[in-house]
């Protein structure tokens, strides 16, 4: 499994991103996608995740703010994360689930200046 991130960066609080991940490989039957993240000091954590059948689930500290999408043509997922604070500021890593396990990407980070 191969999993390509994009969309992170430098950003001010209260501006928006968008990250994109797309899945390659061994990925047949995969149950669902989605984002981790993890600051420094700190566990992973999830931010959002989108089943195949469109079930989304959000982390806590980003409901309201943050919306993920899926294009199961393409194997692709996306978040869009608004209204962003400076806790947010995190490498975040793309995840596919199939047959109960997790495939990671590298991560990309995010880092908003207050």
């Known amino acids: 499994v191969q999993l390509v991130e994009s969309g992170g960066g430098l950003v001010r609080a209260g501006e928006s991103l968008r990250l994109s991940c797309a899945a390659s490989?061994?990925?047949?039957?995969?149950?669902?996608m989605g984002w981790y993240r993890q600051a420094p000091g700190n566990q992973r954590e999830l931010v959002a995740g989108i089943t195949v059948g469109g079930h989304t689930n959000y982390g806590d500290d980003v409901k309201g703010r943050c919306t993920i999408s899926r294009d199961n043509r393409k194997n692709t997922v996306t978040l869009q994360m608004n209204s962003l604070k400076p806790e947010d500021t995190a490498v975040y890593y793309c995840?596919?689930?199939?047959?109960?396990?997790?495939?990671w990407g590298q991560g990309t980070q995010v880092t908003v200046s207050s």
């Open positions: 490989g061994t990925i047949s039957g995969y149950t669902a």
């Open positions: 995840f596919l689930r199939r047959l109960n396990n997790n495939s």
